[in-house]
């Protein structure tokens, strides 16, 4: 690997997830650039909201590894040693001190607590609580809406204020990798192009994120490289670019 090239944050090797005697995710391999947005895009059913579970700790694979690389571990001593961090088996707790955190498919938002109350549970793995307050002021001027109605409930919000905020408690995590599943899922299309503008910078801070998306074009259009799973398989990948222009995309995904 060249001085240019991005550095892996996680791996997934050989993954394979079942629900009884369902195999719901077939031995994938897929690699995260760090600093990059990969997306991973299917039709319903082909796998994808399970990968993130799996990746998250909210599934546990039939077989295979997650690994996140050097820099997530807890300790200076484990962190110098540079070694990888196998996910599965730990629990999602731990994998979110490690550094991963998810956004859920629905938001899962806390709806009769306060906005503030809710972006506050985001935080609950940290000790540090002064750069954690730091972190919510970051939060609020990136959600001017949050900010303003903090003491709100947030069962009051829009599906997209809903969206915001739920991307904003993953992000008081202060997570390294960000899992988003259809973040713009049932939101009118003035608040889908809104979204992705917000995800796209979130991304330019360096955060490294997995999008999960059925807007396919929205999310190929941003991401760096792409999966394109199908009945729990790997059948395409490549630059976001590259998955755009490809004939078995836009037959099956794109309308074209």
């Known amino acids: 690997m060249s001085a240019a090239d991005p550095k892996t944050i996680l791996t997934l090797r050989d993954l394979a997830v079942s629900y009884g005697h369902i195999e719901a995710v077939a031995g994938i391999d897929m690699v995260l650039a760090e600093g990059g947005i990969t997306a991973l895009v299917g039709a319903n059913g082909a ?8 990746i998250s700790g909210l599934l546990k694979p039939r077989r ?15 962190a110098e040693a ?22 859920a498919e629905g938001r899962a938002i806390l709806t009769t607590l306060s906005i503030a109350e809710n ?12 750069q954690a307050l730091r972190d919510l002021d970051w939060i609020y001027s990136l959600f001017p809406v949050l ?22 408690r993953a992000l ?12 713009s899922m049932g939101l009118a299309p003035l608040m889908v192009r809104e ?19 059925q807007n396919v074009r929205q999310a190929l259009r941003i991401a760096r490289h ?18 755009l222009d490809n004939p078995q995309v836009a037959a099956a995904y794109l309308g074209g």
Do not use: C, W
């Open 195 to 213: 979204i992705f503008r917000i995800i796209a910078d979130i991304n330019k801070t360096g955060l490294t994120i997995l999008l999960v998306e």
């Open 47 to 54: 796998g994808k909201s399970t990968t993130l579970m799996a």
């Open 119 to 130: 972006l506050a549970l985001g935080a609950y793995t940290r000790r540090d609580k002064a």
């Open 226 to 243: 792409g999966y394109v799973l199908e009945n729990g398989r790997i059948v395409l990948s490549g630059s976001g670019a590259e998955l």
């Open 82 to 103: 540079a070694e990888p961090v196998e996910l599965v088996g730990m629990a999602p707790h731990k994998i979110v001190r490690h550094g991963v955190a998810q956004v």
């Open 172 to 183: 008081m995590a202060k997570p390294r990798v960000l899992l988003l599943d259809e973040p």
């Open 64 to 78: 295979g590894s997650i690994l996140l690389h050097a820099g997530s571990a807890e300790s200076i001593e484990a």
């Open 147 to 168: 900010a303003q109605r903090r003491a709100g409930l947030a069962g009051n919000l829009s599906g997209g204020e809903q969206q915001m905020l739920a991307i904003g």
